[in-house]
Nanobody, 115 residues
Framework: QVQLVESGGGLVQPGGSLRLSCAAS????????MGWYRQAPGKQRELVAI???????NYADSVKGRFTISRDNAKNTVYLQMNSLKPEDTAVYYC?????????WGQGTQVTVSS
């Protein structure tokens, strides 16, 4: 069984920073894309950032220049460094990964940007 476990969410003031982590564990033979999605109340889940195993990245326009995705392949972990946070970044952030050619999701971590 494969699990994605997220950490690092919380409450931060506008302009602040947070770093999310997501570690994949279990019987892992291969990991493809790893990334982050988010879902705000009353809205659909949307892509935030993804990174392929080869290092190709894709960001939502709304986070470009503020968020950075990175991976530690040796640790099966993906990170999301979020800077200059805005109230509109408030959402539940979900880790996503393709492991052993199947799609997996984390349980979600709340990020709240508020003064």
């Amino acid at each position: 069984q494969v699990q994605l476990v997220e950490s690092g969410g919380g409450l931060v003031q506008p302009g602040g920073s947070l770093r999310l982590s997501c570690a994949a564990s279990g019987k892992i033979f291969s990991i493809g894309t790893m990334g982050w999605y988010r879902q705000a109340p009353g809205k659909q889940r949307e892509l935030v950032a993804i990174r392929s195993s080869g290092g190709i990245t894709n960001y939502a326009d709304s986070v470009k220049g503020r968020f950075t995705i990175s991976r530690d392949n040796a640790k099966n972990t993906v990170y999301l460094q979020m800077n200059s946070l805005k109230p509109e970044d408030t959402a539940v952030y979900y880790c996503y990964s393709t492991v052993n050619r199947y799609d997996y999701w984390g349980q979600g971590t709340q990020v709240t940007v508020s003064s």
